[in-house]
T-cell receptor, first 115, second 114 residues
């Protein structure tokens, strides 16, 4: 079965650079979530989109923005990168309307390293 | 304070042995509770998911229990295998939050040794 796809899997950037992370949800899933997981920490919710509209916002810095496109893929744009942005960034998708559990399926993550 | 507390923080067990991981939560109202397995550097993979009306759910050698009255859950791993070495994360989904913002526990790091 198709899973959530994230690209790139690894990314190395310098401070103050920008980065774009991409997420391709499971086909027919209508909701995308972004999480940030620092070393030894649990994932922190950043932002989510339902049907291409922002649906919820967590601890996403103002330097970050995200959107969901017409094909339901999502991009997380990160500007003025800081050392503290180094983390694993997970994308998850779900099919909200028909799922009793609203179960989220996670992608493999993008490891961002800021030097 | 984290609304989802897991214990123990880490666990070393011999291959073939059983173990039980604990999760206590204060999230309220509560929609469902999930257990995920996360290998290092990989995305979490769902093991079980239970609503407040479900007491137990199994997935192969993994069995989760839930007591919604005491707000406790456990994950039992039977006949552990080396591939069970991973972080096991308890995740609670609050009710009435439309888009399922999840509350994560810090995880229990399980190491299975030969």
């Amino acid at each position: 079965a198709a899973g959530v796809i994230q690209s790139p899997r690894h990314l190395i950037k310098e401070k103050r650079e920008t980065a774009t992370l991409k997420c391709y949800p499971i086909p027919r899933h209508d909701t995308v979530y972004w999480y940030q997981q620092g070393p030894g920490q649990d994932p922190q919710f950043l932002i989510s989109f339902y049907e291409k509209m922002q649906s919820d916002k967590g601890s996403i810095p103002d330097r970050f923005s995200a959107q969901q496109f017409s094909d339901y893929h999502s991009e997380l744009n990160m500007s003025s990168l800081e050392l503290g942005d180094s983390a694993l960034y997970f994308c998850a998708s779900s099919l909200s309307r028909t799922s009793q559990y609203n179960e989220q399926f996670f992608g493999p993550g993008t490891r961002l390293t800021v030097l | 304070k984290n609304q989802v507390e897991q214990s123990p923080q880490s666990l070393i067990i011999l291959e073939g042995k059983n173990c039980t991981l604990q999760c206590n939560y204060t999230v309220s109202p509560f929609s469902n509770l999930r257990w995920y397995k996360q290998d290092t550097g990989r995305g979490p993979v769902s093991l079980t998911i239970m609503t407040f009306s479900e007491n137990t759910k199994s997935n192969g050698r993994y069995t989760a229990t839930l007591d919604a009255d005491t707000k406790q859950s456990s994950l039992h791993i039977t006949a552990s295998q080396l591939s069970d070495s991973a972080s096991y994360i308890c995740v609670v989904s609050p009710r009435l939050q439309a888009w399922g913002k999840l509350q994560f526990g810090a995880g229990t790091q399980v190491v299975v040794t030969p």
